[in-house]
């Protein structure tokens, strides 16, 4: 099963998937074996870039399944997710659908979106709203919310890889020196129990005490309870201004900003007008031997190269190289559906 594809328009690209287990949920048993392949890079040739695509593959048995993308077309997508056939908005997808309609009808539930924003789930059969699944070497309790979302993000497969290859070296060559790192706008926790698995001291931080709490639970399935990670429930700037009041620096960076959203005490931030005062804040935060910082979002107008002239001033100065693309989902069939952009910084070692 393909978890994650990046097509990345970046030059010096060095990404490769470490395929050993992580420290995440134990499974030892026949019945339940996953196996995370060697990935495979192709490039073309487009318009003066060499684009290189990641293909990071996912390997299971005995239909243990955790997420696939199954088809996707006419605005929507259809998932499996755990024993859940679901239908749910995707408004990127306008081309045509490949699967029969009598495999879209198949589905167990399809959230359908309402005139005013809003939308609510069509339950076609009797279903757990809430269930646990094993992605990519991190367990994840699944909530089918009342506003379509499932707390996991699988486009973000390939950057969880990243973050363990990348921290994990780094832990090697300093005979595993504490390594710090910030994760803003963390919500259900990929990107931090990632980081976690692979060494590092994490700082959690998201505005919603629900999605923290969320996160904390995903910490639990994934046997990471226990590992110094700070779960934090605030606003993104005030908390930044803090660290760099207290003299807090950290070795790695980690944000995922939403196009708009409100902090504990009604703070409002707008990815228009408060990321750059975010990013100039965050400078002070990064110690000398800073390592890596992951930039990623969802909002429409962020293209790669938005993203990109965004991160370079943050890293000027700093020998490493940055890297950006279109964060995506392949289809059982291989066709990828685009889920977001990226752009990251890794320091020259």
Same mark, same amino acid.
């Given at each position: 099963?393909?978890? $994650?594809?990046?097509?990345?328009?970046?030059?010096?690209?060095?990404?490769?998937?470490?395929?050993?287990?992580?420290?995440?949920?134990?499974?030892?048993?026949?019945?339940?074996?996953?196996?995370?392949?060697?990935?495979?890079?192709?490039?073309?040739?487009?318009?003066?870039?060499?684009? *290189?695509?990641?293909?990071?593959?996912?390997?299971?048995?005995?239909?243990?399944?955790?997420?696939?993308?199954?088809?996707?077309?006419?605005?929507?997508?259809?998932?499996?997710?755990?024993?859940?056939?679901?239908?749910?908005?995707?408004?990127?997808?306008?081309?045509?659908?490949?699967?029969?309609?009598?495999?879209?009808?198949?589905?167990?539930?399809?959230?359908?979106? $309402?005139?005013?924003?809003?939308?609510?789930?069509?339950?076609?059969?009797?279903?757990?709203?809430?269930?646990?699944?094993?992605?990519?070497?991190?367990?994840?309790?699944?909530?089918?919310?009342?506003?379509?979302?499932?707390?996991?993000?699988?486009?973000?497969?390939?950057?969880?890889?990243?973050?363990?290859?990348?921290?994990?070296?780094?832990?090697?060559?300093?005979?595993?020196?504490?390594?710090?790192?910030?994760?803003?706008?963390?919500?259900?926790?990929?990107? $931090?129990?990632?980081?976690?698995?692979?060494?590092?001291?994490?700082?959690?931080?998201?505005?919603?005490? *629900?999605?923290?709490?969320?996160?904390?639970?995903?910490?639990?399935?994934?046997?990471?309870?226990?590992?110094?990670?700070?779960?934090?429930?605030?606003?993104?700037?005030?908390?930044?201004?803090?660290?760099?009041?207290?003299?807090?620096?950290?070795?790695?960076?980690?944000?995922?900003?939403?196009?708009?959203?409100?902090?504990?005490?009604?703070?409002?931030?707008?990815?228009?007008?408060?990321?750059?005062?975010?990013?100039?804040?965050?400078?002070?935060?990064?110690?000398?031997?800073?390592?890596?910082?992951?930039?990623?979002?969802?909002?429409?107008?962020?293209?790669?190269?938005?993203?990109?002239?965004?991160?370079?001033?943050?890293?000027?100065?700093?020998?490493?190289?940055?890297?950006?693309?279109?964060?995506?989902?392949?289809?059982?069939? *291989?066709?990828?559906?685009?889920?977001?952009?990226?752009?990251?910084?890794?320091?020259?070692?």
């Amino acid at each position: 099963m393909v978890l $994650s594809n990046f097509c990345s328009t970046s030059l010096n690209i060095g990404m490769r998937i470490n395929p050993a287990y992580a420290a995440c949920a134990t499974h030892e048993s026949t019945d339940f074996f996953w196996n995370v392949a060697q990935p495979q890079y192709d490039s073309i040739a487009l318009g003066g870039w060499r684009i *290189g695509m990641l293909h990071s593959t996912l390997m299971q048995t005995n239909d243990m399944l955790g997420y696939q993308l199954l088809d996707s077309g006419n605005q929507i997508k259809l998932e499996q997710i755990g024993p859940y056939r679901l239908v749910r908005p995707s408004p990127q997808a306008v081309w045509p659908q490949r699967l029969s309609e009598a495999e879209w009808r198949r589905a167990d539930g399809v959230y359908v979106r $309402s005139n005013d924003g809003g939308g609510s789930w069509q339950w076609k059969r009797k279903v757990e709203r809430d269930f646990d699944i094993l992605f990519n070497n991190l367990s994840f309790r699944i909530k089918l919310t009342n506003f379509g979302h499932m707390g996991l993000f699988p486009e973000q497969a390939a950057n969880w890889e990243w973050l363990r290859e990348v921290i994990r070296k780094r832990m090697q060559r300093t005979n595993n020196r504490n390594l710090h790192v910030l994760n803003l706008f963390g919500y259900t926790g990929g990107s $931090s129990l990632a980081a976690s698995q692979a060494g590092a001291h994490v700082a959690h931080v998201d505005a919603a005490k *629900g999605v923290v709490d969320w996160a904390r639970k995903n910490a639990q399935l994934c046997n990471l309870d226990e590992r110094p990670i700070r779960w934090l429930v605030d606003d993104a700037l005030k908390f930044v201004k803090r660290e760099e009041r207290r003299g807090n620096l950290y070795q790695g960076l980690i944000l995922d900003p939403p196009s708009f959203g409100r902090g504990p005490q009604g703070e409002v931030f707008k990815i228009e007008d408060d990321l750059l005062p975010l990013l100039d804040a965050c400078k002070s935060l990064l110690d000398k031997d800073a390592l890596l910082v992951l930039y990623s979002c969802h909002t429409p107008g962020f293209t790669p190269l938005v993203m990109e002239n965004q991160l370079t001033p943050f890293v000027h100065g700093r020998k490493g190289k940055i890297e950006s693309g279109e964060m995506t989902i392949p289809e059982v069939g *291989g066709r990828p559906l685009p889920s977001g952009t990226y752009a990251r910084w890794r320091a020259e070692e």
